[in-house]
């Protein structure tokens, strides 16, 4: 690797951990999957889906910008849910496209299911082969239960996101990005 190749990398590596978790449901979009959304479901356009009864639903405002920017930093996304219907987020992630492709092509790894999301990040680690970079405090997780913050536990940092009308936004997502290099300095 040449000598700026590494700097870049260097630099990519302190300012973005390794792999960023986003929960599902009110953190990506507003509202539960497996008890607000009545299947089938249909495009109503790239970004916009309807169900059986024409609720329509999107994901949040800043989504699309966030993953982007995770995309062009080499950073993995992880999905993380505890969705008791697996084939229906599946399905609308498959449905709303961000920036012209479908939301699910910018995942890595999707963990379904019930139970702690502490399961799910580990489970995931291990399927990339990432476990190292988790134990290292590489890993972020984004998600409105806050009792999920005992992720903490297995040294993943805790992003709440505390407005479920508004989701993951921008300034959120900066802010946990800055505490996140700030505790990581301490670790390193």
């Known amino acids: 690797m040449s000598k700026s190749l590494e700097v870049v990398h ?8 390794s792999a960023v978790v986003f929960d599902l449901d009110y953190t990506l979009w507003p509202c539960w999957c497996d008890t ?27 989504v699309e910008s966030i993953l982007e920017e995770l995309v062009a930093n080499g950073v993995i996304i992880i ?10 987020a599946k399905e609308l992630l498959s449905l ?10 910018y995942f890595d790894n ?4 019930q139970g702690s999301k502490i399961h799910h990040i ?12 988790l134990k290292k405090g590489q890993f972020i997780l984004f998600d409105d239960e806050i009792r999920n913050r005992d992720v903490s536990s297995i040294n993943c940092h805790f992003a709440h996101i505390s407005d479920e009308t ?3 936004t921008r300034s959120i997502f900066d802010a946990e990005l800055a505490t996140w290099r700030q505790n990581f300095e301490h670790i390193e």
């Open 10 to 17: 260097l630099y990519t590596r302190m300012n973005y951990p």
């Open 36 to 62: 607000h959304i009545y299947m089938p479901l249909k495009a109503v356009s790239k970004t916009e889906v309807s169900d059986l009864f024409g609720m329509t639903l999107s994901m949040y405002r800043d």
């Open 79 to 88: 999905g993380a849910s505890r969705t008791a219907t697996p084939r229906v």
């Open 96 to 105: 709303l496209h961000l920036n012209g492709k479908p939301a699910i092509k």
């Open 110 to 113: 999707l963990q379904w299911g």
């Open 122 to 133: 580990s489970r995931a680690a291990k399927e990339l082969k990432i476990e190292e970079e």
């Open 166 to 168: 508004e989701g993951l």
